[in-house]
């Protein structure tokens, strides 16, 4: 079985501060791997995902993550963040037999002036 | 432009009553999946369906049931409401395995 962690429930920032949020899984098969970002009240949108290639991912809104097989880690980072990146971040994993995504438990992002 | 909708946004029940809430999708995704999110759990998967008439059951399915006559659409009914179900339920589908697209969720209180 697939598992996701997300060592920080919450990580505050200043405006215009580099950032990571941390993401490990667990799985005993070859993964695919997924940040998606939650605004308030809205539903989640995928930032970007690493299927296979080059281990350096770059999504939308200026963000990155990469896949560090040996440490089962596929940590997101941005290097200047904006009020606006203020939302809930979540890490998923999907094994290559099934289309099922296993979520951690998520990480708020709270960036202030 | 396509969407995914979910309707009611908001549901106040009671306990024990059969609620069911609604998922329609216009991108004619054969995929679909409805996940629950609650604070300190993240999003889990309730149940999720690879096409019409196929349904399975996910990591947290007891309680709940879905059917899938069509493409569009796969609403999720809570056959007998309880507190423990009290919590927001997003809809998502997929064309392929790697990127699902997210409804703007359900808030279900269940007093």
């Known amino acids: 079985a697939q598992s996701v962690t997300q060592l920080d429930s919450q990580v505050p920032v200043f405006e215009e501060a580099p950032v990571e949020l941390r993401c490990n899984y667990s799985?005993?098969?070859?993964?695919?791997l997924f940040w998606y970002v939650q605004y308030p009240n809205q539903g989640l949108q995928l930032l970007l995902k690493?299927?296979?290639?080059?281990?350096l991912v770059k999504g939308i809104n200026g963000f990155e993550a990469e896949f560090n097989k040996s440490q089962t880690s596929f940590h997101l980072r941005k290097p200047s963040v904006h009020i606006s990146d203020t939302a809930e971040y979540f890490c998923?994993?999907?094994?290559?037999?099934?289309?099922?995504?296993?979520f951690g438990t998520g990480t708020r992002l709270q960036v202030t002036l | 432009d396509a969407e995914i909708t979910q309707s009611p946004r908001h549901k106040i029940t009671e306990t024990g009553r059969q609620v069911t809430l609604a998922c329609h999708q216009t991108w004619n995704h054969n995929n679909m999946f409805w996940y629950r999110q609650d604070l300190g759990h993240g999003l889990r998967l309730i149940h999720y369906?690879?096409?019409?008439?196929?349904?399975n059951k996910g990591e947290v399915s007891d309680g709940y049931s879905v059917s899938r006559s069509n493409t569009e659409d796969l609403p999720l009914t809570l056959e007998s409401a309880a507190s423990s179900q009290t919590s927001v339920y997003f809809c998502?589908?997929?064309?392929?395995?790697?990127?699902?697209?997210f409804g703007p969720g359900t808030r279900l209180t269940v007093t």
């Open positions: 369906s690879y096409g019409v008439q196929d349904t």
């Open positions: 799985s005993s098969v070859s993964v695919y």
């Open positions: 690493y299927l296979s290639g080059s281990t």
């Open positions: 998502a589908s997929s064309v392929n395995s790697y990127e699902q697209y």
């Open positions: 998923a994993v999907m094994t290559g037999t099934a289309s099922k995504l296993t």
